[in-house]
């Protein structure tokens, strides 16, 4: 999900933005360069200091930010939504509930909620449901009556109705399937590269 709301190409624009990153680049260089105890440790948290940073200022350009997740979080009331659904997924969330816990009603919250993330808040929130679900499947020993009623189907038919349309496989199929799988989705292809640049 979080590849398929990025754009190709972060731009870093601000020279002090730059400064930072390619200042952090260089400590990287120099950990994986000269190695000393906890070189490498050092060089993944510089590494993730890096993507979050280029992130925040992706989500600061109000002309690059599109429609998804990741530029919701900025939005106060859809981050609340999201965050809800997140820790809650299993939940029988409705429209309804979903507008009253950000005090909307439910035909401006469905409508915000659309433009902002792209999908309505029922398919986002079924598409986060089966993203958890194929995460068990492959790193679990759960069984699929035991992952499809912790996330709020009844009964495994429903949930195996909806993972097919998401996943466009069965909950089976999904599990005996040695490579992983891209999931579909509207705002491009999972898993291509992702470039930060920090030049002019």
């Known amino acids: 999900m979080l590849l398929q709301s990025l754009p190709p190409i972060v731009h870093i624009r601000r020279e002090s933005d730059k400064a930072a990153m390619r200042w952090s680049l260089e ?3 120099e950990e994986l360069s000269n190695p000393q105890p906890g070189a490498s440790l050092i ?3 510089l ?4 993507l979050t940073q280029a992130l925040r200022l ?3 350009d109000a002309a690059n930010a599109g429609p998804g997740w990741l530029s919701a ?6 981050s609340i939504t999201i965050v809800s659904m997140h820790n809650d997924p299993g939940y029988p969330w409705t429209l309804q509930l979903l507008a009253e816990r950000v005090g909307m009603s439910r035909s401006v919250f469905a409508l915000r909620f659309r433009q902002t993330v792209g999908a309505t808040p029922m398919e986002y929130l079924i598409r986060w449901r089966m993203l958890l679900a194929a ?3 492959k790193n679990s020993s759960d069984g699929l ?3 499809a009623q912790s996330l709020g189907y009844e009964s495994e038919s429903a949930f195996g109705k909806a993972f097919r ?3 466009s496989c069965s909950p089976r199929q999904y599990t005996r399937s040695a490579a992983p799988r891209s999931v579909p989705g509207k705002q491009g292809p999972e898993g291509h590269e992702q470039e930060l640049v920090a030049a002019g």
């Open 73 to 78: 979080l900025t939005d106060k009331h859809m």
């Open 27 to 29: 400590r990287v260089r």
């Open 165 to 167: 349309r998401v996943m």
């Open 135 to 137: 995460d068990r499947l």
């Open 43 to 45: 060089a993944q948290q």
């Open 145 to 147: 009556s035991a992952i």
């Open 47 to 50: 590494a993730y200091m890096m």
């Open 58 to 60: 992706h989500l600061a």
